[in-house]
């Protein structure tokens, strides 16, 4: 069995577990929200990566863990749990492998629609049976571009900080959308769905499936907060054809 297996296994057992709702809700801060059923999702996953990969140790949203460790399996349980609770059809688990400290196994499961996102370094990026390609826009007024919001946008001009950067995204691209998982977004940009994407302050839970499915499609993945992956990542990630434009953009 491959790494990529394996992650594929973990995933689809925090999958089923997430097909049943939400259950008991709680708030682990001000507006970020936990459910049972991220705790069961994350425990299942340890299960099977544990089970096949005794020796690699997990760094987990929920869970904590590896956070030291350089090669790790990095996990998101449910990604997008909001829209879980609301019943929005948009979240889904992420399971990654860094080796070295670089993503090399990402998968991506959109729980409502049955797409299971995956690639390995070197074997490409597939969604089921379906090979995986960035898309071929070139101009940013023919983009169709996702931003998220982190945690702090109620803090005092965050929320201005967030909204200007909108703004401009706005007045220079085709379109705007927010649907409220990361993983998914930066899937999205794998399947040429989505032409770019950038958000502030995420997790590495969040972004490291989505850095191999994105560069394993042929696309462009960089950092607003520094030259590599930081332990609150803030990625810009595109189709790499109108990269430099739209990261001019965001960072002017």
């Known amino acids: 069995m491959t790494e990529l297996d394996i992650a594929v296994e973990a995933a689809l057992a925090a999958a089923a577990l997430q097909r049943q709702g ?16 991220d705790l069961a999702s994350e425990a299942a996953i340890r299960e099977v990566l544990q089970r096949h990969h005794p020796g690699v140790p997990i760094l987990g949203e929920e869970g904590g863990g590896a956070e030291q460790a350089v090669t790790r399996w990095v996990v998101d349980p449910l990604d997008g749990t909001t829209n879980f609770v609301h019943g ?29 996102f995956r690639a390995a370094r070197g074997g490409g990026a597939w969604c089921n049976e379906r090979r995986l390609r960035v898309s071929e826009v070139r101009e940013l007024d023919q983009a169709l571009v996702a ?14 900080f967030y909204l200007e950067r909108v703004q401009r995204v706005l007045e220079a ?27 502030y302050q ?9 850095v191999v499915l994105i560069e394993e499609a042929g696309g462009t993945v960089a950092w607003l907060d520094g030259p590599q992956m930081s332990q609150r990542p803030c990625p810009l990630v595109s189709n790499g054809h109108l990269h430099a434009a739209f990261d001019a953009l965001i960072r002017r």
Do not use: N
Request: with cysteine; hydrophobic share 45%.
């Open 202 to 210: 995420l997790g590495r839970w969040d972004v490291a499936a989505g």
């Open 22 to 37: 939400p259950k008991e809700v709680r708030h682990k801060g001000a507006i970020d929200l936990v459910t049972e059923v």
């Open 88 to 116: 929005l059809p948009h979240y889904g688990p992420s399971v990654a492998l860094e080796v070295d400290g670089v993503p090399s196994v990402g998968v991506v499961i959109d729980v409502s629609r049955g797409e299971v």
């Open 147 to 160: 931003t998220g919001f982190a945690y702090d946008r109620r803090e005092q001009e965050r929320a201005a």
């Open 173 to 199: 691209c085709q379109g705007v959308r927010r649907a409220g998982a990361a993983a998914l977004d930066m899937a999205w940009v794998a399947a040429g769905r989505l032409d770019a994407y950038w958000e």
